[in-house]
């Protein structure tokens, strides 16, 4: 994991933050996240509380056959299946366990891309269900719950990009 310098908040108000499965793809793209975080987001309250980014672009992997290999895909919405709340233990940030967040993702008016994200499940569950039509919307793992948490500690501009891989996980 990243570790964030002290000034970094002083002087960059846009981070690109990926998940631990995605990083192999962000390498091939030569994309360099700030941050690479999944269930750990402690790190991310002590590093951002009282002055969120202005932008975050967060990477996570997805698996589909109706798209290119490494092509990034623009996430609009999501479904959370992965069993965490981000917020339940980070009361410093919000007192509710939940908060609106309707159009979350700033993605463009037309984009209708939706993924499902289940965390430590994605391989199974892409194991489980063939790459066809029955697939979920863009399986990921935890973008989610990365976009949640900074929703929630005040970014307003929240970009979540799926790289999408056709091998075999």
């Known amino acids: 994991?990243?570790?964030?310098?002290?000034?970094?908040?002083?002087?960059?108000?846009?981070?690109?933050?990926?998940?631990?499965?995605?990083v192999k793809f962000l390498k091939e793209k030569k994309i360099k996240p700030d941050y690479i975080v999944s269930t750990q987001h402690k790190q991310i309250v002590s590093h951002f509380l009282g002055s969120p980014p202005q932008q975050v672009i967060i990477y996570d992997k997805t698996q589909s056959k109706n798209h290119q290999n490494l092509e990034e895909i623009e996430?609009?919405?999501?479904?959370n299946k992965t069993g965490i709340n981000p917020l339940i233990h980070h009361k410093q940030i919000s007192k509710n366990r939940f908060i609106d967040i309707t159009k979350l993702y700033n993605a463009n008016n037309n984009n209708i891309n939706k993924t499902t994200c289940y965390g430590k499940n994605f391989i199974k569950?892409?194991?489980?269900?063939?790459?066809?039509?029955?697939?979920?919307?863009?399986?990921?793992?935890?973008?989610?719950?990365?976009?949640i948490l900074f929703k929630a500690l005040g970014t307003k501009?929240?970009?979540?990009?799926?790289i999408n891989t056709t091998k075999p996980v």
């Open 75 to 79: 996430v609009a919405d999501h479904i």
């Open 1 to 22: 994991m990243y570790e964030l310098e002290q000034s970094y908040m002083a002087r960059d108000k846009k981070i690109i933050i990926t998940t631990p499965q995605a």
């Open 125 to 147: 569950t892409t194991k489980q269900t063939p790459l066809n039509k029955k697939t979920p919307h863009l399986p990921s793992t935890y973008l989610c719950n990365i976009a």
């Open 157 to 162: 501009n929240i970009k979540g990009i799926l």
